[in-house]
């Protein structure tokens, strides 16, 4: 079974360009979450979705930081403009609804983003 | 400041010896994970404890959960070169809001 596919795995761009992350997560995982992990610290909740609901967009930057998910399947993170203090790894999820399953997390690779 | 606090930060020890980090919190959780992440990898689910007292054990890894659900700690026994990476514990105060800790990077030297 494939695992949580992100792409770009790296990305380096200059300040106020924008980028865009990739995520496809596991197949029949309802839930999926973009994290961010700075250097030496666990990772952030930016944000959850159920399907293709937005249930908690709380932590995300929502000035700069989009994110869709249109289909309930993949979906984009977007930052627009880019700033120097965004440089971080950006890390999607995704875990099945369920009494049981305790919101047990299935992490991507992740992608390194560098802004120069 | 973090809801959860991971403690050492950093530990490097030798191949063999014992060790026990630990995961902090004034909150209660409704389960806890703990994840074990590689550089340039995605974090990996160790365990998930449910139980206050519950304790867990995968091959040389003991996990326990606090009696009142706040605390958790992970001790490895005779510890390998591949152990080494990032430690990282997470809590859920319900089923969806989860929220992890800085995380404990271990070293361990052949």
């Known amino acids: 079974e494939a695992g949580v596919v992100q792409s770009p795995r790296y990305k380096i761009i200059e300040k106020k360009q924008p980028v865009a992350f990739w995520c496809n997560p596991i197949s029949g995982h309802n839930t999926l979450y973009w994290y961010l992990q700075n250097l030496g610290q666990g990772p952030e909740l930016l944000i959850r979705y159920e399907n293709e609901e937005a249930v908690d967009d709380s932590q995300l930057p929502k000035d700069r930081f989009s994110a869709e998910r249109l289909k309930g399947v993949d979906s984009t993170l977007k930052i627009q403009p880019a700033e120097l203090g965004d440089s971080a790894v950006y890390l999607c999820a995704s875990s099945v609804a369920s009494v049981s399953s305790y919101n047990e997390q299935f992490f991507g690779p992740g992608t390194r983003l560098t802004v120069l | 400041t973090q809801l959860l606090e991971q403690s050492p930060q950093f530990l490097s020890i030798q191949e063999g010896e014992n060790l026990t980090v630990y995961c902090n919190s004034s909150s209660v959780f409704s389960s806890l994970q703990w994840y074990r992440q590689e550089p340039g990898e995605g974090p990996v689910l160790l365990v998930t404890?449910?139980?206050?007292?519950e304790v867990k054990k995968l091959k040389r890894l003991t996990f326990q959960f606090g009696d009142a659900r706040k605390d958790s700690s992970l001790h490895i026994t005779a510890a390998q070169p591949g152990d080494t990476g990032l430690y990282l514990c997470?809590?859920?105060?319900?089923?969806?809001?989860?929220?992890f800790g800085a995380g404990t990077r271990l070293t361990v030297k052949p």
């Open positions: 997470a809590g859920a105060r319900n089923n969806n809001d989860m929220r």
């Open positions: 404890v449910v139980t206050g007292g």
